[in-house]
């Protein structure tokens, strides 16, 4: 078994991309990354070395991120804002552009897993189809495919 400061330096960059997918924040990310190493540190004993050392980092992640979101849900506030939006911003091109998003994530939504796992990691968290067959246990070619029909499958329902 390798040392943590080792494991830290191979995986740090994959764990971080893939919180980075799921919280859309470099800061949050960068914390989550922390405390997933911080526990895989305290529960490196318990990996028995079924599953890539990786995938592994990105269950705990996934774990841990999923208690951070249901914590953030409980204190949940808006933040009030006292100004006016700019005179030069064109509200109509930003009510087009947050309609599309919209329309892009709902018909993500529609997109079955595991496939829309694979559209995630790879549009949000910006990871290399080799990366996400590492955390998906599969091949490189098995990402480039899915995501590939996940693409097709948001074309057709957003045409």
Not at 14 to 31: C, H, I, M, P
Request: hydrophobic letters at 40%.
């Amino acid at each position: 078994m390798q040392d943590l400061d080792t494991i830290y330096r191979e995986h740090a960059k994959t764990v971080y991309k893939f919180l980075y997918s799921k919280t859309q924040n470099g800061d949050w990310a960068e914390e989550l990354t922390q405390e997933t190493f911080y526990r895989a540190m305290y529960s490196l004993d318990t990996f028995n070395g079924t599953c890539k050392i990786s995938t592994w980092l990105c269950q705990i992640a996934k774990h841990i991120w999923m208690q951070e979101i249901e914590k953030r849900a409980k204190y949940l506030t808006t933040d009030l804002k006292d100004e006016l939006p700019a005179g030069d911003v064109n509200v109509i091109d930003q009510l087009v552009a947050t309609e599309q998003k919209i329309g892009l994530f709902k018909a993500l939504h529609l997109v079955k897993d595991p496939m829309r796992e694979v559209l995630y990691l790879r549009l949000f968290g910006d990871l290399s189809f080799k990366e996400i067959g590492e955390i998906m246990e599969q091949s490189e070619t098995w990402a480039r495919v899915t995501f590939y029909r996940g693409k097709k499958m948001i074309v057709e329902v957003l045409l």
